[in-house]
Each structure stands twice: as C-alpha cells, then as structure tokens.
C-alpha cells in the first residue's frame, strides 16, 4: 500500500490550498484516514482524521478552516485549507490505519509528505 499526497505549496496567509492522498495497492478494510503535519523541530501532529463510518476529528488549530473528505471510489482523501496562517507551515503527512487482508492485524500507513509554506 502507497501513499501519494499532492496539492503542496506556497501560499500567502489568508489563502487556501488542497492536498489530496491517493492510494495505490489493495487494501481490504481501511479504518481510519487522515493528515498530520510537521513543523521543524516539533513532533509530528494530528491535523483531521475521518473514520470508516465518517466521523471526522480536527485539532483545534485547525477547526472552522480546514475540511477533511474523501472519494471512497478513488481512494482518495482530501484536505481542503482555507484562511492559511504563517503558523501552518508544515509537512504534511497523509495517513492510513488499515487491514491489507479481512484477517491481517491493522497497520498504520504514511505518505512521503508534501511542504506548505504559508508566507504572511
């Protein structure tokens, strides 16, 4: 199972950006997906997370500003980002918990990361 996100870059405070995570590889039960992030010399964070039955949690930073949805059909999990703020700025991880088989153990997966870069 890979991860590949896309939709990084550099924006100006106040604006928005999408990432989005394809998934390649079969994978026969996934629990949760969501992003992290990362900032230089502090631990990687949760961002949002949407389970399988579509529950989402936010960190709080993050609450009213950013979405998290997905595309069952492709795969694919989203992060729409609005109202950017210099503090933002981060690597990105996309993240998956899930079972490759009906009766394997479940994992966590993660995606290479991708930097956004707020400049204010």
């Known amino acids: 199972v890979q991860l590949v996100e896309s939709g990084g870059g550099v924006v100006q405070a106040g604006g928005s950006l999408r990432l989005s995570c394809a998934t390649s590889?079969?994978?026969?039960?996934?629990?949760?997906r969501g992003w992290y992030r990362q900032a230089p010399g502090k631990q990687r964070d949760m961002v949002a997370i949407?389970?399988?039955?579509?529950?989402?949690n936010y960190a709080d930073y993050v609450k009213g500003r950013f979405t998290i949805s997905r595309d069952n059909a492709k795969n694919t999990v989203f992060l729409q980002m609005n109202s950017l703020k210099p503090e933002d700025t981060a690597v990105y991880y996309c993240?998956?918990?899930?079972?490759?088989?009906?009766?394997?153990?479940?994992?966590?997966?993660w995606g290479q990361g991708t930097q956004v870069t707020v400049s204010s």
């Open positions: 993240y998956l918990r899930g079972r490759r088989f009906p009766f394997s153990e479940s994992r966590e997966y």
């Open positions: 949407i389970s399988s039955g579509d529950s989402t």
């Open positions: 590889g079969s994978i026969a039960r996934i629990d949760v």
